[in-house]
Protein backbone atom coordinates (compact mmCIF):
# COMPACT_ATOMS: atom_id res chain seq x y z
CA UNK A 1 0.00 0.00 0.00
CA UNK A 2 1.52 3.34 -1.03
CA UNK A 3 0.34 6.25 1.07
CA UNK A 4 -0.12 10.39 -0.90
CA UNK A 5 0.45 13.51 0.32
CA UNK A 6 0.31 16.17 -1.80
CA UNK A 7 1.67 19.90 -1.24
CA UNK A 8 2.07 23.13 -3.10
CA UNK A 9 -1.16 24.52 -3.54
CA UNK A 10 -2.26 28.34 -2.84
CA UNK A 11 -3.59 31.39 -3.96
CA UNK A 12 -2.13 32.78 -7.42
CA UNK A 13 -3.39 35.27 -9.68
CA UNK A 14 -4.97 34.47 -12.93
CA UNK A 15 -2.10 33.99 -15.48
CA UNK A 16 0.81 32.99 -12.62
CA UNK A 17 2.01 29.44 -12.08
CA UNK A 18 2.20 26.72 -9.41
CA UNK A 19 4.00 23.56 -8.68
CA UNK A 20 2.12 20.63 -6.89
CA UNK A 21 3.94 17.87 -5.64
CA UNK A 22 2.52 14.19 -4.80
CA UNK A 23 5.18 12.24 -2.72
CA UNK A 24 5.03 8.70 -1.80
CA UNK A 25 5.56 6.63 1.24
CA UNK A 26 5.10 3.40 2.10
CA UNK A 27 6.48 1.84 -1.20
CA UNK A 28 7.85 3.40 -4.69
CA UNK A 29 5.44 4.08 -7.12
CA UNK A 30 7.15 0.72 -8.89
CA UNK A 31 4.79 0.19 -11.83
CA UNK A 32 1.92 2.05 -10.85
CA UNK A 33 0.41 5.43 -12.65
CA UNK A 34 0.01 8.18 -11.20
CA UNK A 35 -2.98 10.94 -11.68
CA UNK A 36 -3.81 14.16 -10.77
CA UNK A 37 -7.43 15.11 -10.40
CA UNK A 38 -9.69 17.95 -9.61
CA UNK A 39 -12.94 19.21 -8.10
CA UNK A 40 -13.96 22.60 -7.69
CA UNK A 41 -17.54 23.20 -5.50
CA UNK A 42 -20.66 22.02 -7.20
CA UNK A 43 -18.99 20.39 -9.94
CA UNK A 44 -17.41 16.61 -10.57
CA UNK A 45 -14.22 15.26 -9.90
CA UNK A 46 -12.08 16.36 -13.37
CA UNK A 47 -8.89 14.41 -14.72
CA UNK A 48 -6.20 16.65 -15.05
CA UNK A 49 -2.96 14.40 -15.92
CA UNK A 50 -1.76 11.27 -15.43
CA UNK A 51 1.76 9.43 -15.55
CA UNK A 52 2.91 5.72 -15.64
CA UNK A 53 5.69 5.46 -13.50
CA UNK A 54 7.41 2.95 -15.29
CA UNK A 55 7.88 4.68 -18.70
CA UNK A 56 7.16 8.43 -17.62
CA UNK A 57 4.31 8.04 -20.72
CA UNK A 58 1.91 10.92 -19.84
CA UNK A 59 -1.53 12.49 -20.80
CA UNK A 60 -3.17 15.16 -20.02
CA UNK A 61 -6.72 16.43 -20.23
CA UNK A 62 -7.73 18.84 -23.39
CA UNK A 63 -8.64 21.95 -20.88
CA UNK A 64 -5.33 22.15 -19.50
CA UNK A 65 -2.90 21.00 -22.66
CA UNK A 66 0.11 23.33 -22.93
CA UNK A 67 -0.53 24.76 -19.89
CA UNK A 68 -0.15 22.07 -17.22
CA UNK A 69 3.06 19.50 -17.25
CA UNK A 70 2.88 16.37 -15.53
CA UNK A 71 6.13 14.31 -14.71
CA UNK A 72 8.15 12.20 -12.28
CA UNK A 73 11.17 12.44 -9.95
CA UNK A 74 12.44 9.67 -9.32
CA UNK A 75 14.87 10.03 -7.40
CA UNK A 76 12.25 11.97 -4.90
CA UNK A 77 9.64 9.13 -5.75
CA UNK A 78 7.45 12.28 -6.66
CA UNK A 79 5.29 13.36 -9.38
CA UNK A 80 4.59 16.98 -9.74
CA UNK A 81 2.60 19.03 -11.71
CA UNK A 82 3.46 22.34 -13.27
CA UNK A 83 0.45 24.56 -13.79
CA UNK A 84 1.42 27.44 -15.99
CA UNK A 85 -0.93 30.62 -17.53
CA UNK A 86 -3.53 30.04 -14.71
CA UNK A 87 -7.12 30.20 -14.84
CA UNK A 88 -9.89 31.23 -12.27
CA UNK A 89 -11.61 28.19 -13.86
CA UNK A 90 -8.41 26.22 -12.37
CA UNK A 91 -9.52 27.22 -9.01
CA UNK A 92 -10.46 23.84 -7.35
CA UNK A 93 -8.94 21.06 -4.64
CA UNK A 94 -6.41 19.36 -6.71
CA UNK A 95 -5.74 15.43 -5.86
CA UNK A 96 -3.14 12.95 -6.52
CA UNK A 97 -3.91 9.69 -7.07
CA UNK A 98 -2.37 6.14 -7.91
CA UNK A 99 -3.04 2.91 -9.75
CA UNK A 100 -2.11 -0.25 -8.92
CA UNK A 101 -2.14 -1.88 -12.45
CA UNK A 102 -0.08 1.03 -14.24
CA UNK A 103 -3.23 2.03 -16.10
CA UNK A 104 -3.81 5.91 -16.64
CA UNK A 105 -7.49 5.71 -17.47
CA UNK A 106 -9.12 3.13 -15.13
CA UNK A 107 -9.72 2.69 -11.56
CA UNK A 108 -7.09 4.83 -8.94
CA UNK A 109 -7.03 2.75 -5.61
CA UNK A 110 -4.94 5.23 -3.15
CA UNK A 111 -5.77 9.14 -3.01
CA UNK A 112 -3.98 12.09 -1.21
CA UNK A 113 -6.15 14.05 1.17
CA UNK A 114 -5.72 17.05 -1.61
CA UNK A 115 -4.52 20.86 -1.72
CA UNK A 116 -6.77 23.48 -2.88
CA UNK A 117 -5.47 26.05 -5.46
CA UNK A 118 -7.24 28.96 -5.99
CA UNK A 119 -6.73 31.38 -8.71
CA UNK A 120 -7.70 35.12 -8.68
CA UNK A 121 -9.00 36.89 -11.59
Known amino acids: QVQLVESGGGLVQAGGSLRLSCAASGRTFGSYAVGWFRQAPGKEREFVAA????????FHADSVKGRFSISRDIVKNTVLLQMNSLKPEDTAVYYCAASNDGGLFGQYDYWGQGTQVTVSS
Open 51 to 58: IRWRNGYT
